[in-house]
């Protein structure tokens, strides 16, 4: 029992400071771009044009690249 008293402040206060991060995370913009980590696995690090996918959806068509690596 007066294990109780020490654990329980102790999981508040865990979960208090979890609380605190995820709204700090919330409000330094963590969570701002939730569509650029999607598309950029599609594509390679080396890639200039790796936000292609990106363009295509919002309505803006690049020129490929000459200097680009082809694509399998």
Do not use: C, R, T
């Amino acid at each position: 029992m007066p294990a109780l008293y020490v654990m329980i402040p102790a999981a508040l206060l865990i979960v208090a400071i979890a609380v605190y991060i995820f709204f700090w995370a919330v409000d330094s913009g963590q969570y701002d771009d939730l569509d650029g980590p999607a598309h950029s696995i599609l594509f390679d690090d080396q890639d200039p044009n790796h936000k292609a996918a990106v363009d295509e959806a919002s309505g803006e068509v690049q020129k490929p690249d000459d200097k680009a690596p082809p694509h399998a």
